[in-house]
């Protein structure tokens, strides 16, 4: 039990009046800057670190720097959720799969309803991967090691097959969108072998299309757009708004804990590995529509479509933490910002942080603690007040939305241009709802078709093109066996249903 | 006109001269031009990379010491291998509330791109210190020597060892093929995201070398996962302190000991954009030698075996002309250039 003593004297270290201060000023901020698309928690970690390193000089103040970056973190975790209910609008990657249920339950008057299920489930999945850091990390860290170019490509795989499979939409819409998400996913530079693709000789696509604007796009202009159509007004305006909202969505909760289990491990997965956790939150709503007795009506607005993918985005974003303490591998953008902190205070990530840093280590790990708690207090209690802004009339917040989106799109770069992106991406955005065709498989294309891309180039070059290497070891292989079983899944199921109809007729 | 004008040119003057002299202190003039507005400090690479790490560090020691009365902000550009940053530069002529931070992609984009910029699109201020790099191993292997290591690879014949490194036709594919020009080996080169990746790659056996950058590999070292074979500089690194039970950094011979001539050492310097006044460049030059004064920085370049040249003026213009030089001819040879066929 030597961790619990460890974790004891952490919280002892963690709990001083000022780390305590600091914890809800970050959490505050960072459920702001979560709030706002186009200010991530990576660039609002990024802005305020500089202000952290006179804190980090003095003694113990590493700690209080980390604790109030990581704060930041939790905070923007908690505030991705909240746009992406109320507006369509995911402010971070994670938050996408959020709005599928999220966004339904909002135009049913539920907004109170989803945003409590998506706040307590964030808590539930950051517990659980705090709980895992705590007493697993060296079984946990050994097992990043075993990941390499082949075994990413088999999760992001593993995502993409998931959704394909999954998805109640007929499985070719599905390809459709995700084969233009990728081909956007390939605008800029070839990480491989270094040369610009795709930009037609100008400057303005060497950065190519960034997540952000895209979804702002697609989904905040084009929501704006369909709503202007059928008449202007938020559908969810008759919103009960009060306190008891937050105890009776409590007590429907406890039903959905075969969920919370499932996704909270797929997020813990995919945290460590690192895959992030925008594949976490995309997979634990697929498995989730799949496995679940209410999987018909998923995508209409059930809570238990807002329990799975922010349980597993919260476990991942968590677990992220992990690689990054014990291997120096940022498993998130802002992880990756953090890891940047360290350094810069004069702390080495690698294997030996939690010896030669034990107050350090312990500390941060006893803030992820309280630092959860103090944002589900910030969070729930603001319930009432974010579910009121639906009761502000549509003529007035739809100019105020459109603006924010600019100010996202503009902030992501620097760049006028993806303003004109973003006005492009909404009329994709409509168009591709009018058509009644997904537009998530294309957004989880431009964020991970980079990445997947990269793994599989990787393993080709290490395999000379050979194509075994993705069934080269029990781990590589249990991936991609169970990717290309989600894919045909559907497939597999309708024959052995019309086989079984054909046997009972005969 | 202001009557002190003339004054502060002289002094301007004074400390230019003192820079082109290479003068160690900090002349103590009133300065001649001072930010009016927020300081952008660019950085063509993402966060959380060594430039990065550097660029925040500055502007962190810059807000401690309260060294400038305007803010400092740190805006990542990292599109198309920090061609998105250099553009952005390039395209501020006149502007002297833009710096930027570079990495060896000063030279190796443009070269492997055909993004139009040069190096002489913008206003030299000062190097900072150069990043070494060092040749490792996952500490389980047998190899004891770059030696032993080079001639393993020979004998797993062309293609067989992979060469772990970051980005694509950038310092780490470049020191590569200089290795396998000596050699006459032939490695699989693999290309990841950033050098922290690399360095865990290494270490779950999925790569059988990289020539990380020490910073990036140090944890990794010091926790006995990793063996440093050489380090790619002409002299060892003057860092003394243990960092495993029984090496320092000084311990690692350079390769030219052990038989393997091959040098590269990479830029942390800064630069500003075109067509900016002497005052200004020597504004800059001020700032940047008063961070490199505090124990901060001191405590910075230790952490990353960092060789602490530092250079200014038309020393530092020269430096990085013959840098150039040395880079068209590494990529030439390695047929890295735009539109070359290999």
């Given at each position: ?342 350094l ?163 | ?18 820079a082109?002299?290479g003068?160690v ?18 950085v063509p690479a993402?966060?959380?990379g060594g430039a990065d790490q550097m660029a925040?560090a500055i ?23 920090g ?16 710096i930027i931070i570079t990495l060896s992609n000063l030279f190796t984009t ?9 190096w002489?699109?913008l206003?030299p201020v000062k190097m900072l210190a150069l990043d070494e790099f060092v040749l490792w ?28 490194g970051t980005g694509?036709?950038q310092e780490d594919q470049i020191i590569?093929?200089a ?16 050098g ?14 990289s020539v990380n950058n020490p910073i990036e590999a140090v ?9 440093p074979?050489c380090v790619f500089d002409t002299q060892r690194i003057p860092y003394k ?8 950094w000084h311990?690692i011979p350079t390769c030219k000991e052990?038989?393997?001539d091959v040098n590269y050492l990479m830029l942390r310097g800064i630069f ?13 030059i001020?700032?940047l030698r008063?961070v490199r004064e505090?124990?901060?920085w001191k405590a910075l370049m230790a952490k990353g075996a960092f060789n602490q040249t530092s250079m200014e003026g038309q020393e530092y213009a020269d430096w990085v002309a013959k840098a150039e030089a040395e880079h068209?001819a590494l ?12």
């Open positions: 039990m030597e961790a619990l003593n460890s974790l004891l004297q952490g919280f002892s270290v963690a709990l001083s009046f000022t780390n305590i201060a600091l914890m809800f000023a970050g959490v505050i901020l960072g459920v702001i800057i979560g709030v706002l698309p186009g200010l991530g928690g990576a660039n609002g970690v990024a802005i305020l670190l500089p202000l952290t390193f006179s804190m980090a000089q003095t003694p113990g103040g590493q700690t209080s720097a980390i604790i109030l970056l990581s704060c930041i973190y939790w905070g923007a975790l908690f505030g991705g959720a909240i746009t992406s209910i109320l507006f369509n609008i995911p402010g971070e990657p994670w938050s996408v799969a959020t709005t599928f249920d999220g966004y339904p339950l909002a135009q049913k008057g539920r907004a109170g309803t989803a945003l409590t299920a998506a706040f307590t489930s964030s808590f539930v999945g950051a517990a659980v991967g705090v709980i895992v850091i705590t007493f697993l990390s060296p079984i946990v860290a050994e097992f990043a090691l075993e990941f390499g170019p082949p075994e990413f490509f088999g999760v992001y795989l593993l995502t993409f097959c998931a959704f394909v499979g999954m998805s109640k939409e007929a499985p070719f819409k599905t390809i459709v969108a995700m084969m233009l998400g990728f081909a956007l996913a390939a605008v800029g530079t070839d990480t491989v072998t270094g040369t610009l693709r795709l930009t037609f000789g100008t400057a303005t696509l060497l950065t190519g299309f960034d997540f952000l604007v895209a979804v702002i796009g697609l989904f905040g202009i084009g929501e704006i757009l369909l709503t202007l159509e059928e008449g202007l007004e938020f559908k969810g305006a008759s919103a009960r708004i009060n306190v008891k909202v937050v105890f009776e969505t409590w007590r429907e909760l406890p039903r959905y804990w075969i969920t919370s289990l499932r996704s909270a491990t797929i997020g813990c997965f995919m945290g460590i590995v690192p895959g992030g956790a925008t594949p976490a939150s995309f997979m634990s709503y697929g498995t989730a529509m799949r496995f679940s007795k209410d999987g018909e009506k998923f995508g209409s607005g059930v809570v238990e479509g807002v329990v799975a993918p922010e349980t597993a985005a919260h476990a991942a974003g968590t677990s992220a933490l992990l690689p990054m303490l014990t291997l120096g591998v940022p498993g998130s953008p802002t992880a990756a910002v953090l890891l940047g902190g360290l810069i205070w004069g702390l080495e990530p690698g294997p030996l942080l939690f010896v030669e840093q034990k107050n350090f280590v312990w500390g941060l790990i006893a803030s992820m603690y309280l630092g959860n708690v103090a944002g589900l207090i910030v969070v729930l209690t603001c319930v009432p007040l974010f579910a009121a802004i639906l009761r502000i009339p549509f003529s007035v917040i739809a100019p105020i939305i459109i603006v924010i989106c600019a100010i996202g799109s503009y902030t992501v770069h620097n760049a006028t241009f993806d303003i004109y992106m973003m006005v492009v991406f909404g009329i994709i955005g409509y168009l591709f709802k009018k058509v009644r065709y997904p537009l998530a498989p294309l957004v989880l294309a431009v964020v991970l078709g980079d990445r997947a891309e990269a793994s599989f180039r990787q393993a080709m070059l290490m395999s000379h093109g050979d194509m075994s290497i993705f069934f080269s070891n029990k781990l590589v292989g249990g991936l991609t066996s169970l990717a290309l079983i989600l894919l045909f899944w559907p497939m597999a199921s309708g024959a052995v249903a019309l086989l079984r109809n054909r046997l009972r007729r005969e | 006109m202001n009557p002190f004008t003339s004054v502060s040119r002289f002094g301007t003057l004074i400390s230019a001269g003192a082109l002299l003068a202190t900090v002349p103590a003039l009133a300065q001649g031009w001072q930010p009016t507005k927020t300081v952008e400090f660019i993402g966060t959380g925040r502007q962190g020691i810059v807000a401690k010491y309260n060294l400038m009365k305007q803010p400092m902000v740190v805006i990542n550009k990292r599109g198309g291998s061609a998105e940053g250099f553009l952005d530069v390039k395209s501020s002529k006149g502007d002297p509330h833009k443009p070269l492997a791109t055909g993004v139009p910029f040069n002489r699109d206003t191993v996952n500490a389980d292997t047998p190899y004891k020597s770059a030696k032993d290591y080079i001639a393993a690879v020979k004998k797993a014949g062309p293609g067989k060892m992979n060469m772990g694509s036709k590569t093929a290795i396998e020009k000596r050699t006459g080996v032939k490695f699989t080169y693999i290309p990841f995201k950033g922290g990746t690399v360095a865990v790659q290494l270490v779950g056996k999925h790569v059988n070398s944890a990794h070292w010091r926790g006995g996962k990793l063996r074979l302190e243990k960092m495993t039970s029984t090496m320092s311990d052990t038989g393997l500003m954009a075109g067509g900016v006044t002497p005052d200004q460049v020597s504004y800059y001020n700032l008063k505090t124990s901060e068209i990529m030439k040879a390695a047929g890295f250039m735009a539109g070359q066929k290999k």
